[in-house]
């Protein structure tokens, strides 16, 4: 009786450790491109939501939000906007800048009232959000699939 009973314990144990393990999701990690120097530098390229928070003056246009397609070339990019609206046009860059290995080199936001503007930037460690700040404002672009 001991016997069975211990043999049972031991597939449950089993069975949950396997049952656990089949849950359990592989992060996914910043895909990155080799440049031809040999530096590895973040791959941004694709579709991103970009939604915006203003301050100060601007506030009342916070929760704006549209998409950005970014073009990549070695480490600079271009975010080029994928709809028309209110505030962009569709084919007009909305970011520009060079990538380093640790993330961004310089980036800049344009607005249309101000032209460009430099800014500070991250990118999340699963390449999926990208957030830039600037005085009077924040966009958060997130990876569309």
Do not use: H
């Not at 080799?34 to 915006?52: A, Q, S, T, Y």
């Not at 990208?130 to 924040?138: A, R």
């Amino acid at each position: 009786m001991k016997r069975c009973a211990a043999i049972l314990f031991s597939c449950s144990i089993l069975f949950f450790a396997l049952i656990n393990l089949s849950c359990t999701e592989v992060q996914p990690q910043l895909k990155t491109v080799r440049l031809l120097g040999g530096e590895e530098v973040p791959d941004i390229r694709g579709d991103w939501k970009v939604d915006f928070e203003y301050y100060g003056l601007y506030r009342a246009m916070s929760g704006y939000s549209n998409t950005v397609k970014i073009f990549q070339d070695e480490n600079k990019f271009i975010g080029i906007v994928k709809f028309s609206d209110q505030v962009a046009t569709r084919g007009t860059q909305a970011i520009r800048g060079e990538l380093s290995k640790e993330g961004f080199k310089t980036v800049q936001i344009f607005t249309l009232d101000r032209g460009w503007l430099d800014c500070d930037g991250s990118i999340s460690s699963k390449g999926d959000k990208i957030v830039l700040v600037e005085t009077t404002q924040t966009r958060t672009l997130t990876r569309t699939k």
